[in-house]
């Protein structure tokens, strides 16, 4: 099956500094989400992202399909932001999580 | 209106016993998911229905069975629980199979005594 990779795991800063997330996969994929799940539990879809560049507020992300990466760039941190960060990818079925990156945004 | 709701949130239970989780979309989606978290935060991928019809089955074992009533439905038994089936079970939507955004419930934390 696909590989998944994700880094750093772990990533503490504090609130105001930028942050870049990345995943690397190990086959082509026509499907790459970004997930953020918040300290509660829920899991939230940030962008669905196969190519190319988007942009949500502070959050944007970029998927290089070719050389099978994805980086998620967090800006101008907030303590809201803290949570784990997760990658999933895939091609005609479910989607393959990362293990995550573990971010904590300091006050 | 909640898009993709699990119940119960919570359940603990003894090793041995049967139980079950319930998962509702009232997003109009045809495909449905189980996914499991570990302690670790680790998220795998146990089921996915099409409109009704099983797609993937995992390496779960056969004491889990999911079952799917109609498409915004899908629910997961799991007879003779043991400890290590404790984790977070989360149900997902979306549109259909394939490239499509996945919608997640807010998940299920089973605890096994």
């Known amino acids: 099956g696909i590989q998944v990779e994700q880094s750093p795991p772990d990533l503490i800063l504090q609130e105001g500094a930028n942050s870049t997330l990345r995943c690397n996969f190990s086959d082509s994929v026509n499907n790459l989400q970004w997930f953020h799940q918040n300290p509660w539990g829920q899991l939230i879809n940030l962008f669905y992202i196969p190519s190319g560049t988007k942009q949500n507020g502070r959050l944007s992300a970029t998927t290089v399909a070719t050389e099978r990466y994805s980086l998620l760039y967090i800006s101008s941190s907030q303590t809201t932001d803290s949570g784990v960060y997760f990658c999933a990818v895939g091609r005609a079925d479910g989607l393959t999580f990362g293990k995550g990156t573990h971010l904590i945004i300091q006050p | 209106d909640t898009a993709v709701s699990q119940t119960p949130k919570y359940l603990v239970t003894q090793m041995g016993n049967d139980k079950s989780i319930k998962c509702e979309q009232n997003?109009?989606?045809?495909?449905m998911y189980w996914y499991k978290q570990d302690s670790k935060k680790f998220l795998k991928i146990m089921f996915s229905y099409n409109n009704k019809e099983l797609i993937i089955n995992e390496t779960v074992p056969n004491r889990f069975s999911p079952k799917s009533p109609d498409k915004a439905h899908l629910n997961l038994h799991i007879n003779s629980l043991e400890l290590g089936d404790s984790a977070v079970y989360f149900c997902?939507?979306?549109?259909?199979?394939?490239?499509?955004?996945?919608?997640f419930g807010a998940g299920s934390r089973l605890t096994v005594l």
């Open positions: 997003l109009g989606h045809d495909t």
């Open positions: 997902a939507s979306s549109l259909s199979s394939g490239a499509n955004v996945l919608t």
